[in-house]
Every structure is written in structure tokens, then in C-alpha cells.
């Protein structure tokens, strides 16, 4: 059982920048995949960028590259997501994702085994 908890939302205007946070817990929490995912209201929510469980390799939407940084911290147990650049249409609740596959993390949200509550980001324009 592994439980993730985000913090970090809030409102920001267009450009500016959010860093949230993935605070993660469990047994064997490190050995998972951690991925942010985001549902906009009325929309499916969606892959926003992945982690694997060294940290060293990394996994972007089209829509956020180079605007967003994921990051984990397996020794405070935690993952990042550094968000600059923002914009209107990236307004939505966030969530962190954990899962022991990465192709379920970027390809298959629908599987992925562990949810946090999720953050609101809401981006003013």
C-alpha cells in the first residue's frame, strides 16, 4: 500500500510559476514510478509527466515540455513538479500517481495503482 498526498496549488497569474509537492509513503514506496497527472473540469484527465524510481530518467507531455520539471526526492520520500511559464489552459486539478510500471504511468492513467487527493492550479489570465 503506498499513500501519496500533494500540496502546493494555488492561484498564479498567467507566466508565473507552482511547485508542487508529492509527499509519498508505504512499503517499497521507493521502488515505484511517480507521475502527475491533471483533469482539467469537463475533461479527462491526463499524463503530465513521469519519474522513474532512480530519478534519472524522465517523461514529458508535449504540452509541458520545458515549462515543467518533475523531480524526486527518494530520501524525503517525496516528488516535485516545478511549474513555470504557466498558462490559463493548464488550470486543474493535479495529481501524483504511483505505479511499479512505467507504461502504465505515461500510457495507461487508468491502471495506475495509487492516488493522492490532488491540488488545484488554477491560472489566471
Known amino acids: 500500500q503506498v499513500t501519496l498526498v500533494e500540496s502546493g496549488g494555488g492561484l498564479v497569474q498567467t507566466g508565473g510559476s507552482l511547485r508542487l509537492s508529492c509527499a509519498v509513503s508505504?512499503?517499497?514506496?521507493?521502488?515505484?514510478?511517480l507521475g502527475w497527472f491533471r483533469q482539467a473540469a469537463g475533461k479527462e484527465r491526463e499524463f503530465v509527466a513521469a519519474?522513474?524510481?532512480?530519478?534519472?530518467?524522465?517523461y514529458y507531455a508535449d504540452s509541458v515540455k520545458g515549462r515543467f520539471t518533475i523531480s524526486r526526492d527518494n530520501n524525503k520520500n517525496a516528488a516535485y513538479l516545478q511549474m513555470t511559464g504557466l498558462r490559463p489552459e493548464d488550470t486543474a486539478l493535479y495529481s501524483c500517481?504511483?505505479?511499479?510500471?512505467?507504461?502504465?504511468?505515461?500510457?495507461?492513467?487508468?491502471?495506475?495503482?495509487?492516488w493522492g487527493q490532488g491540488t488545484q492550479v488554477t491560472v489566471s489570465s
Open positions: 500517481g504511483a505505479d511499479e510500471a512505467l507504461v502504465i504511468i505515461t500510457t495507461q492513467w487508468r491502471h495506475v495503482s495509487y
Open positions: 508505504g512499503r517499497n514506496s521507493r521502488n515505484y514510478v
Open positions: 519519474i522513474t524510481w532512480s530519478g534519472v530518467t524522465t
